[in-house]
């Protein structure tokens, strides 16, 4: 395999922007959340990571692990583009453990001879290791080539075990229709694979857009659930406004028919930054969510630092009636480093909260009964507000500075608690114990702070963290 050349690696020349606790890369450019997995005592997370520029550039795999979810350490890059079955890039992937030896399956991707970025094609490879941080690529790559009715995208391959076979799901776009579909394939050693057929694509659902990136499937709660990225979803009233979002499908797989059944496909978060999940069991059997929180039609003012994009923190992810729940994970407590509030919060008109640190703190609301009235939280800058959530009527407003500000969220229970995490540049905001969220990035300027408004009298049970870590990537 090619190594990286330590002497061309950006490095950061600002800290300005950078979070305490996300995982963010050692300096480059970083997006997508790849082999999420656990393996010999630590939790790995791999990520789509240019190492020389601060812009998207050939993918390598980046690495971190974790004893707890929470503390991460930065491992040599995994794997370097250049070798035959991935000449432009090592594109996304997922991990599966196999009688003790940690398999990666990832995308290879390739251009062609005429110096046009968008012309390509895509084949699936293979890299495995002993000892989850030395990666050898295997000879017979690549494992799997697209099929003929293909277009040049065919991506992202999630693997998982069912009943003594491997599966994995494959983001594709068929040429005929000009359609995102996900096809799935099966095996018995992760290394042969056959084609089982379209296991979802616009007979399944009313609209699939260009292309479904990031396919994820796993069973939960009795039901099967599919998680893919779907591009150019055309939005709807509040709905699907970003360029490309990621969604849900509740339903069951026949795997003997190789057919998803499932809901329409419904917003996973609500926020302007959230992109290509990916997620993986504990050995408890909790499923845990990580995602993307900088998409490509935006700008990073940290790329002037040397470094771009950070992932979310890890969630943890439930379903109850239908509704695919999601919030921190419990472990994200192991971070309270001082506690700044904890008590009941009487709250009428405006009121700024007192905190040592807002760039880097937790709050929690929880309220007695539903809010009645207007009620926002709202994080400010010397220029004036940064980001607000606003509930009144059941629905809720995220109102962000700048064009293009505000996503919305309906609420059919009404307000009854809010948790939210800030780092340096970026708010994850839980509603209802996870019935929804959002994810944002924000660059201030200046001093920060954060107020609540109530047009009611409204009490509440309060908590304010400051937060830290021990090791900061």
């Known amino acids: 395999m090619k190594q990286v050349n330590r002497n061309k690696v950006i490095q950061v020349t600002d800290q300005r922007y950078r979070p305490r ?4 890369t050692p300096g480059g450019w970083l997006n997508d959340p790849n082999g999420l997995c656990y393996y010999q005592g630590y939790y790995h997370v791999f990520y789509q990571y240019h190492p020389y520029s601060a812009e998207w550039g050939p993918m390598h795999w980046g690495h971190v692990r974790s004893k707890d979810l929470v503390h991460w350490e930065q491992l040599p890059v995994a794997l370097v583009p250049g070798d035959p079955e991935d000449t432009g890039g090592c594109f996304s992937g997922s991990a599966m453990v196999k009688d003790g030896r940690l398999y990666l399956l990832y995308t290879g991707h390739h251009y062609y001879d005429d110096g046009d970025q968008d012309h390509f094609w895509e084949n699936q490879n293979v890299a495995y290791s002993d000892d989850g941080i030395h990666f050898t690529k295997y000879a017979g790559n690549p494992v799997i080539s697209a099929p003929a009715d293909n277009s040049q995208d065919f991506r992202d391959p999630k693997v998982w075990q069912h009943q003594g076979k491997y599966y994995l799901v494959l983001g594709s776009r068929e040429r005929a229709t000009n359609q995102g579909r996900i096809l799935l394939y099966q095996s018995t050693d992760l290394l042969h694979w056959k084609l089982s057929g379209t296991m979802f694509d616009v007979t399944t659902v009313k609209n ?3 292309m479904l990136e990031c396919p994820d499937f796993f069973h939960l709660a009795g039901k099967d659930i599919l998680l893919c990225s779907p591009m150019g979803l055309p939005a709807t009233a509040k709905n699907f406004m970003n360029l490309s979002q990621v969604c849900y499908s509740v339903g069951q797989l026949d795997y003997a028919n190789c057919r998803f059944t499932g809901t329409d496909l419904q917003e996973l978060d609500k926020g302007h930054n959230f992109y290509a999940t990916q997620t993986m069991a504990t050995p408890d059997q909790r499923r845990i969510m990580i995602a993307w929180t900088s998409p490509f039609e935006e700008s990073m003012p940290e790329k002037a630092d040397g470094w771009a994009g950070i992932l979310t923190i890890p969630r943890e992810l439930t ?6 729940y999601n919030q921190p994970v419990r472990e994200m407590a192991t971070l309270r480093v001082r506690t700044d509030y904890d008590g ?3 709250l009428a008109g405006r009121r700024e909260l007192t ?6 703190s937790e709050f929690t609301l929880t309220f007695p009964t539903a809010v009645t009235g207007q009620f926002s939280w709202q994080l400010n800058d010397q220029q004036g507000q940064l980001i607000s959530l606003t509930y009144r009527n059941g629905e809720l407003v995220l109102d962000r500075r700048g064009p293009d500000g505000k996503r919305y969220a309906e609420l059919p229970a009404g307000l009854r608690d809010l948790r939210i995490f800030v780092d340096t540049s970026s708010v994850e905001i839980f509603v209802n ?3 929804v969220s959002f994810t944002d990035r924000y660059y201030a300027t200046g001093r920060v702070s954060c107020q609540v408004t109530s047009d009611h009298e409204q009490s509440a049970q309060v908590q304010i963290y400051t937060l830290g870590t021990e090791k900061g990537l």
């Open 21 to 24: 606790y996300h995982i963010a």
């Open 208 to 210: 699939t857009g260009k």
């Open 319 to 324: 379903l109850r009636d239908g509704h695919l």
């Open 344 to 346: 009941q919060f009487k």
């Open 355 to 360: 905190v040592s640190d807002p760039q880097h």
């Open 433 to 435: 114990s996870g019935w």
